[in-house]
C-alpha cells in the first residue's frame, strides 16, 4: 500500500474487507482518484460520506475509517463516467486527509482484526450465517444465489460477518459503525441485533 493512498468517497454505502461491489464513477474528483489509483496498481481506498447530499466531500464530509480495496473490471459508461468493481481487502484507520491536485488522498494505518476464537464467537458466526440465508431468501437481493452460495464456503466468522454487513440493509450510520468495530465478537454481537430486526422486518412485508 502506497504511503498517500488516493481516495475514493461513496455516497449511501460502505464497502466492507472479503466483499466486492460494483461502484459508478461520475464525479470529476472521482474520476481522477480512479486514474491516480493505476499508478499504484488499482489500489485505493473506499470511505463512505457522512452527507450523501454533499457533490465535492472534502475530509470533513467523511469518515475517518474506510477500506483498501484493488479495482477490478472498469467498463466506460461514457466520456465522464464508468462502473468499476471494488474488492475489499482490509480497513483502514485515515490519520489526514489531503486535498490537492484535483483529488482527495490520504495517509493512515491497517487496522487489525481482534479475532476471538472462543465457542461463543464461533456460536455467534453460526447464528449469523443462520440469519443471512434467511434474509437472503426473504429479500429481493440481487445476486442472492450466489451469496446464498458462498455462505456455503467460508466459515472464518469475520468473513461471515463482512459478507452479512455487505448485504443488510440498514443506514449507512449502523453500517459504519460496524465497519469500525474490529473487535470480531463485538461485531458479530452488534450485527446480530441488526439482523434479527431485519429479518421481522421482511417477515411482515411479506
Known amino acids: 500500500v502506497p ?9 449511501n454505502t460502505v464497502l466492507f ?35 450523501a447530499s454533499k457533490d465535492d466531500p472534502g475530509s470533513g464530509d467523511l469518515y475517518n475509517v474506510g477500506v483498501i480495496c484493488l479495482i477490478s473490471k472498469v467498463t466506460q459508461i461514457d466520456a465522464d463516467s464508468f462502473q468499476l468493481i471494488a474488492n475489499g481487502l482490509f480497513r483502514f484507520r485515515v490519520s489526514t486527509y489531503i486535498d490537492a491536485e484535483g483529488y482527495l488522498s490520504a495517509c ?18 453460526a447464528e449469523v450465517k443462520e440469519l443471512g440465508k434467511s434474509i437472503l431468501n426473504l429479500a429481493a437481493i440481487p445476486g442472492s444465489e450466489s ?25 449507512t450510520n449502523d453500517k459504519q459503525k460496524l465497519l469500525e468495530t474490529s473487535d470480531i465478537e463485538q461485531r458479530l454481537t452488534l450485527l446480530l441485533e441488526h439482523m434479527i430486526r431485519e429479518k421481522e ?6
Not at 493512515?108 to 464467537?121: A, D, L
Not at 451469496?147 to 443506514?171: G, R
Open 3 to 11: 504511503e498517500l493512498i488516493p481516495v475514493l468517497p461513496v455516497r
Open 147 to 171: 451469496l446464498t452460495k458462498l455462505f456455503v464456503q467460508i466459515s472464518e466468522p469475520s468473513h461471515i460477518a463482512d459478507l452479512c454487513c455487505t448485504f443488510l440493509h440498514i443506514p
Open 108 to 125: 493512515g494505518s491497517k487496522i487489525p482484526e481482534i479475532m476471538n476464537t472462543s465457542s461463543q464467537t464461533e456460536a455467534l458466526a
Open 201 to 206: 422486518r421482511l417477515i411482515l412485508q411479506n
Open 17 to 51: 474487507p472479503n466483499a466486492a461491489i460494483p461502484l459508478i464513477v461520475g464525479r470529476a474528483k472521482s474520476v481522477r482518484t480512479v486514474r491516480e489509483a493505476k499508478k499504484y496498481g488499482d489500489i485505493l481506498l473506499v470511505v463512505a460520506q457522512k452527507n
